[in-house]
Nanobody, 126 residues
Framework: QVQLVESGGGLVQAGGSLRLSCAAS????????MGWFRQAPGKEREFVAA????????YYAGSLKGRFTISRDNAKNTLYLQMNSLKVEDTAVYYC???????????????????WGQGTQVTVSS
């Protein structure tokens, strides 16, 4: 079992930055893929970014690459999402997720993930 706890969300003006964190605990997950998803009101949950816990390979949603950066600190068992140049349309609940599957192109599918955090709200004002 893996427990995931997100933090770092909040209210920010358009053009600003936020860094989300996801603290993982429980079962050793050195072979896991980790990801960030988000869900805006009235919309489907969408993929943001994923990272291999083994070698740090990353994969991004095309529309977000360049503004968002996913990273991890293996020693701290913590996943991060640096979000820059935030837009009003980035407003959503952001979720951290862990997958026991290897890092493949399927990491953008929420069905690939076994564990989810409770989410953290990010609100971008105009």
């Amino acid at each position: 079992q893996v427990q995931l706890v997100e933090s770092g969300g909040g209210l920010v003006q358009a053009g600003g930055s936020l860094r989300l964190s996801c603290a993982a605990s429980g079962r050793t997950f050195s072979s896991y893929t980790m990801g960030w998803f988000r869900q805006a009101p009235g919309k489907e949950r969408e993929f943001v970014a994923a990272i291999s816990w083994i070698d740090g390979s990353t994969y991004y949603a095309g529309s977000l690459k360049g503004r968002f950066t996913i990273s991890r600190d293996n020693a701290k068992n913590t996943l991060y999402l640096q979000m820059n140049s935030l837009k009003v349309e980035d407003t959503a609940v952001y979720y951290c997720a862990a997958s026991s599957s290897s890092f493949t192109s399927a990491v953008s599918y929420s069905s690939e993930y076994d564990y989810w955090g409770q989410g953290t709200q990010v609100t971008v004002s105009s």
